[in-house]
């Protein structure tokens, strides 16, 4: 994917943030970088501060390189382009998202995601991992002034 990106955007970016989010808890497999917001107006939203990590960052689009250095599969890394629009990042395995109280409420997320292998636009699924636990994933963040390639 990371190809794919620089041929469709110009490699203009400022390394704005780099961080390591410890102990993030998977329960369903997988760990989403997404804007706050998109889980906020699902209904069911209930935030599990115990295993999800918010962070404040400027709105905009960013090119994402992440990376995972202990997990069942070895380490593990990837890339895309999250978007934010509310200021806020969350770094969590959606599970930990949606309420537990109506079962129906998680299986609509995963229906309209088809089980996060068609996330919506913007947001960043790490599934590499091979198996539940609790991850430190390393995050940078390259926020891009985009010019599309015309």
Avoid at 29 to 40: A, H, N, Q, R
Avoid at 46 to 69: A, F, M, R, T
Avoid at 70 to 85: C, H, K, R
Avoid at 93 to 115: A, F, G, R, V
């Amino acid at each position: 994917m990371g190809h794919d990106l620089h041929t469709k955007y110009k490699k203009r970016y400022t390394i704005l943030d780099s961080m390591t989010v410890y102990n993030v808890g998977v329960d369903a497999g997988l760990i989403v970088i997404s804007d706050l917001d998109w889980f906020k107006k699902k209904k069911g939203y209930k935030l599990d501060k115990d295993v999800s990590s918010i962070h404040n960052i400027e709105p905009g689009k960013y090119h994402i390189d992440w990376s995972i250095e202990e997990t069942w599969n070895g380490p593990v890394s990837g890339d895309g382009i999250l978007e934010v629009t509310s200021g806020k990042v969350v770094v969590s395995d959606p599970c930990y998202l949606i309420s537990n109280d109506d079962h129906k409420d998680w299986m609509n997320i995963l229906e309209e995601t088809e089980y996060f292998q068609k996330p919506p636009e913007g947001m960043i699924v790490l599934d590499k991992m091979g198996g539940d636990g609790c991850y430190n994933v390393d995050i940078k963040f390259k926020k891009l002034r985009i010019k599309l390639h015309v």
